[in-house]
């Protein structure tokens, strides 16, 4: 691994690199962590690859727990018995079940001890295994799972490999292994969160102390740009013409310079122009406005508060013109 990191460093190849860790994310490494208990292994880098693999896991789950929800809501009776004969099975304590695969629908350690299962249910253990045949999609050697799970990774493994990359790059080869592999778990998942919600438009919505996580998508025709400008329609009372005895030439092409840029940032979903409310409502970020319009942030927010306080100071006289 150190050396595949130096090599990145110093050439920018990822070739090699990217293609072993790939590998050791296709294997099983749930028996690696960094405890007294785990195995010895030489390459730090399967650390990294458990890491990633535990995480797409993770999200596999939960996504088929929560479809699961409803697609088997007329099986939630059979559900709920399911959990009562395993919550009766781990009184158990002397059968050798495996809780932590149990606890994602793999029933293999069940099967593997199955005459004791069969024993200590009694005349309920006909009931408990046609429960059994009824949800084994639910785990993780089923046919239904490893497609769901291809699809997780198709999904989530491009962003992990390039948050890998922006993490070694950083990362000082001279430190032990065990800082360099959680150097690079820290700073490969902070990175994987950012290009995920970057790709995803969810936005951090910070108030306060608390922060409200908000997908968020521009809708071009939905949105009224005038209203987004000034707090008022100009749809109604003859569009920006109607304030043309007030505004001056150069104004009225200032005013509608902003807005054809906001209409473009809308049709092109560009999110990144806008700042975003908790409901998911796009607010003017004029620090981008100004830039777009090659102007001083100051100057472009004083130019278009004196249009507003026009537009203001002779709406009655138009509405009244106008009807």
């Known amino acids: 691994m150190r050396e595949l990191i130096k090599k990145y460093q110093e050439t920018g190849q990822d070739r090699e690199i990217l293609e072993l860790l790939l590998n050791y994310v296709d294997e099983d490494l749930i028996t690696l962590?960094?405890?007294?208990?785990?195995?010895?292994?030489q390459d730090g880098l399967k650390y990294v690859a458990y890491r990633i693999r535990a995480f797409m896991m993770k999200n596999c789950f939960a996504k088929r727990n929560a479809r699961n929800l409803t697609e088997r809501s007329n099986q939630s009776d059979?559900?709920?018995?399911?959990?009562?004969?395993?919550?009766?099975?781990?009184?158990?304590?002397?059968?050798?079940?495996?809780?932590?695969?149990?606890?994602n629908y793999d029933f293999s350690s069940i099967y593997n001890n199955e005459s004791q299962v069969r024993d200590y249910l009694g005349a309920t253990q006909y009931d408990f295994f046609n429960l059994?045949?009824?949800f084994v999609g639910l785990g993780q050697n089923?046919?239904?799972?490893?497609?769901?799970?291809?699809?997780t990774k198709d999904n989530l493994l491009p962003l992990f490999e390039e948050a890998f990359l922006y993490a070694i790059k950083k990362v000082d080869c001279e430190r032990e292994t065990k800082e360099i592999v959680k150097y690079i778990n820290k700073a490969m998942l902070t990175k994987f969160i950012e290009l995920q919600m970057q790709r995803d438009n969810v936005k951090r919505i910070r108030k306060g102390n608390k922060s409200t996580y908000v997908k968020v998508e521009t809708k071009a025709e939905e949105t009224d740009i005038w209203m987004m400008m000034f707090g008022k329609t100009l749809k109604h009372v003859g569009g920006l013409e109607a304030f043309s005895l007030w505004l001056t030439p150069k104004q009225i092409k200032f005013v509608q310079d902003v807005y054809n840029i906001i209409e473009k940032d809308l049709k092109e979903n560009n999110t990144n122009a806008f700042r975003w409310k908790e409901?998911?409502?796009?607010?003017?970020?004029?620090?981008?406005?100004?830039?777009?319009?090659?102007?001083n942030e100051t100057n472009f927010k004083q130019t278009l508060k004196r249009c507003e306080?026009?537009?203001?100071?002779?709406?009655?006289?138009?509405?009244s013109n106008r009807f």
């Open 142 to 151: 089923s046919d239904e799972f490893k497609i769901d799970f291809k699809q």
């Open 279 to 295: 409901d998911g409502t796009p607010v003017l970020k004029k620090r981008h406005l100004a830039e777009q319009i090659d102007m």
């Open 309 to 319: 306080k026009k537009i203001f100071d002779n709406w009655k006289e138009v509405i």
């Open 78 to 103: 059979d559900f709920e018995g399911l959990k009562e004969f395993l919550d009766c099975l781990y009184e158990a304590d002397w059968i050798e079940l495996d809780w932590r695969t149990l606890h």
């Open 132 to 134: 059994l045949n009824k």
């Open 33 to 41: 962590k960094y405890n007294d208990n785990a195995p010895e292994v």
